[in-house]
């Protein structure tokens, strides 16, 4: 059974780091793509980073791009997301998500439809 279990949110304080964690489970992390999702309050989901476990290519949007870092340990079959400079604007239930079979092999064009298993979210709280 394919299970993805998203860890590390808290309440913290703007301006630090965080590290969240996603373990996979039920299928190794071998040819997938992992992104990383949030969904702020009344805001629609939004894609924060993304990572191929083939080849470690990544991608980001303007919004996190120079703060967040997706990294992915594919032995121990999990993917990280290290948030630094943290903003209140990040504060979000986070979640990660696997894409898996006929994709591409750039994660910044893989579609969203294509990301097929997902967690159940890991709510981050950044107070100012």
């Known amino acids: 059974q394919v299970q993805l279990v998203e860890s590390g949110g808290g309440l913290a304080q703007a301006g630090g780091s965080l590290t969240l964690s996603c373990a996979a489970s039920?299928?190794?992390?071998?040819?997938?793509?992992i992104g990383w999702f949030r969904q702020g309050p009344g805001l629609e989901r939004e894609g924060v980073s993304r990572?191929?476990?083939?080849?470690?290519?990544?991608c980001y949007p303007d919004s996190v791009k120079g703060r967040f870092t997706i990294a992915r340990d594919n032995a121990k079959n999990m993917v990280d997301l290290q948030m630094n400079s943290r903003e209140p604007e990040d504060t979000a239930v986070y979640y990660c998500?696997?894409?898996?079979?006929?994709?591409?092999?750039?994660?910044?064009?893989?579609?969203?439809?294509?990301?097929?298993?997902w967690g159940k979210g890991t709510q981050v709280t950044v107070s100012s």
């Open positions: 998500a696997a894409a898996g079979g006929r994709i591409p092999p750039d994660p910044c064009v893989v579609r969203l439809q294509d990301f097929g298993s």
């Open positions: 039920g299928f190794t992390l071998d040819h997938y793509v």
């Open positions: 990572i191929s476990t083939r080849d470690g290519q990544s």
